[in-house]
């Protein structure tokens, strides 16, 4: 790995900015070539020559920042080095048809009229394959084509034919590394761990370099977390400058912390089921609402679509909105804190005739909320762990006649509660542990419910 000085890196990283200059200098300049062919323009004329030099001056810029950038090592060679000769030659060609504007080469009009057009569709296919290539090194090289309908790459995230995005429907279907936690690393870490850029030399593509670990070699340490790298990594303070993922991405939820954290503890088994690992009732849960298992049940019911405007409201109070199944128009939202944060459930009204399941955590969910959360009469699937409920608003979700689970684990509910919520007419399975409640008496309490299946310890 090339080590490079603190100043290189700095001016490197300006390179994501440099880079949309030339790109959009250029399409500017080549789209007015384009009409100037069939509309000759004074006007067009004048600009043109103008828009070349700013397009081989800010290409220059890109090229240069992204040299610097490329010392910090951790990249791909081949596909790097195309990647630096499309750049200066982009930068090349943009010189040149900018001097055969602005020399007088009025006496070599003919010869330098159909060399100029071959510059010009060579600096539009260069900028296609050199961004491309740029892309390849952030992203991966299938970043482009991965959800593409004609692409079968993003099923096969663990280098098989095998379809990561199948259907699981019972955890005794599910391969812990295949299903769980190759797809957590594709969408949250490959980007930097690919073939094409593998910061700290690691790479996450394969069960194989994913345990070869990296410069450190210690990437993951099958049964101990403590020593695992990518683990620690991943749970450090997100100011950290060792925190991943890096570069503002989006962080690992705690879901997808809890499955690698359980993962690399059981021994971090690349063939194996996780029922047969024997997940405790806390795991269970988790898995369930990974692979989202009992979301069948729901797909009969189906509701007009939702107002985009009251998505993107939504969206904008931070709350994440997603689809479970476009033909029924059916929508899954999720608050996940920080603790000091009160989410506006008032805005889930607008959309309570799709919303089926709602996540709810660790916020400051109180009682009075109930009364709102209440009235989304469709919601099928409840979670609100660690918030600052109480056996208070219990009876607030009487009304919710289509529940089938409620996550109630780390509020402040007793038993009094478990047993109004044995009286939920479709209740089918609860979670309570580590709430107020008493685990030994309800140990020998007669169930109300019989089908209900209640979770108050692991």
């Not at 030099?53 to 990249?75: E, F, P, R, T, V």
């Not at 749970?235 to 993962?263: V, Y």
Request: some cysteine; glycine content about 8%; aromatic content about 8%.
């Amino acid at each position: 790995m090339q080590t490079a000085p603190d100043i290189f890196m700095f001016l490197g990283r300006f390179h994501p900015l440099f880079v949309h200059l030339p790109i959009g200098l250029l399409s500017f300049a080549l789209l007015l070539e384009l009409l100037i062919l069939f509309k000759p323009r004074e006007a067009f004329k004048k600009t043109i020559p103008f828009l070349w030099l700013l397009s081989a001056l800010s290409a220059a810029c890109s090229a240069g920042s992204g040299y610097l950038l490329s010392l910090g090592g951790g990249y791909e060679e081949e596909t790097l080095n195309l990647h630096k000769i499309g750049g200066i030659t982009l930068a090349v060609i943009s010189t040149l048809c900018y001097l055969m504007y602005a020399l007088p080469l009025s006496f070599m009009k003919r010869a330098v009229q159909p060399v100029r057009y071959i510059f010009i569709v060579g600096a539009g296919v260069l900028l296609v394959i050199t961004g491309h290539g740029g892309g390849s090194l952030t992203h991966g090289s299938s970043y482009l084509t991965e959800f593409s309908p004609l692409s079968n790459s993003a099923a096969a995230v663990s280098g098989t034919n095998q379809q990561t995005n199948e259907r699981i429907t019972s955890l005794d279907s599910a391969d812990i590394f295949e299903h769980a936690v190759m797809p957590i690393l594709q969408s949250k870490c490959v980007s930097c761990h690919n073939k094409e850029k593998q910061k700290g030399e690691l790479l996450l593509t394969s069960y194989e370099a994913i345990m070869a670990g990296g410069k450190s070699r210690e990437g993951v340490i099958p049964g101990n977390i403590s020593t695992s790298e990518i683990f620690r990594r991943i749970t450090l303070p997100k100011d950290h400058k060792e925190f991943m993922p890096t570069d503002g991405k989006k962080p690992l939820t705690e879901n997808q912390i809890a499955i690698l954290e359980w993962w690399i503890e059981t021994g971090a088994h690349k063939n194996m089921m996780i029922s047969g690992l024997k997940p405790n009732k806390k795991m269970q849960d988790v898995f369930g609402d990974f692979f989202q298992i009992g979301r069948d049940a729901i797909l009969s019911y189906a509701a007009k679509p939702a107002n985009q405007e009251d998505i993107t409201a939504l969206i904008k109070e931070g709350f994440q909105v997603y689809a479970i199944n476009q033909g029924n128009n059916l929508l899954e939202i999720k608050f996940n804190g920080p603790s000091n944060q009160k989410p506006n459930i008032e805005l889930l009204s607008a959309v309570k005739d799709q919303l089926v399941w709602l996540q709810l955590t660790n916020c400051s969910i109180d009682d009075e909320d109930l009364k709102s959360i209440g009235k989304l009469s469709n919601l099928y699937k409840l979670n609100l762990n660690r918030t600052k409920i109480t056996d208070k608003g219990i009876n607030e979700l009487a009304s919710l006649s289509k529940l089938e689970y409620l996550n109630l684990y780390g509020t402040s509910i007793t038993d009094s509660s478990v047993i109004a919520l044995q009286h939920f007419e479709n209740l089918k399975k609860l979670y309570v542990w580590e709430t107020a409640i008493d685990t030994l008496k309800m140990d020998s309490v007669p169930k109300i419910k019989k089908d209900l299946d209640i979770v108050y310890k692991l």
